[in-house]
Nanobody
Framework: VQLQASGGGLVQPGGSLRLSCVVR????????IGWFRQVPGKEREGVSC????????YYVDSEKGRFTTLRDNAEGTVYLQMNSLKPEDTAVYYC?????????????????WGQGTQVTVSS
């Protein structure tokens, strides 16, 4: 089971980024896939999750309406589309799979992690 996150970068406030999480070793729709983010000195926080049953959860109030989680089963990829980015969205973003197949905002419920991708929102 492998996950690989990519798509981070430097973007100005108000800009957009699309993060990708490519999964290998299992069907992307078999497990719940979550997105998390972490800034130095803080705990990793849940951003969103898509369950094996296509249920989608967003865990940060400030992201609602700005972030969208999508899954492409044919590509084996889960995306996090981030619009209207703010400086406070700056973090390292991670994707992870939970073998329970249901979503959770808690990182301890996830079994397999990809490497992080840095998102920096700054003018």
């Amino acid at each position: 089971v492998q996950l690989q996150a990519s798509g981070g970068g430097l973007v100005q406030p108000g800009g957009s980024l699309r993060l990708s999480c490519v999964v290998r070793g299992f069907r992307v729709d078999y497990y719940a896939i979550g997105w998390f983010r972490q800034v130095p000195g803080k705990e990793r926080e849940g951003v969103s999750c898509i369950s094996s049953g296509d249920g989608i959860n967003y865990y940060v109030d400030s992201e609602k309406g700005r972030f969208t989680t999508l899954r492409d089963n044919a590509e084996g990829t889960v995306y996090l589309q981030m619009n209207s980015l703010k400086p406070e969205d700056t973090a390292v973003y991670y994707c992870a799979a939970t073998f329970s197949r249901t979503c959770s905002p808690h990182m301890t419920d996830y079994n397999s992690w990809g490497q992080g991708t840095q998102v920096t929102v700054s003018s």
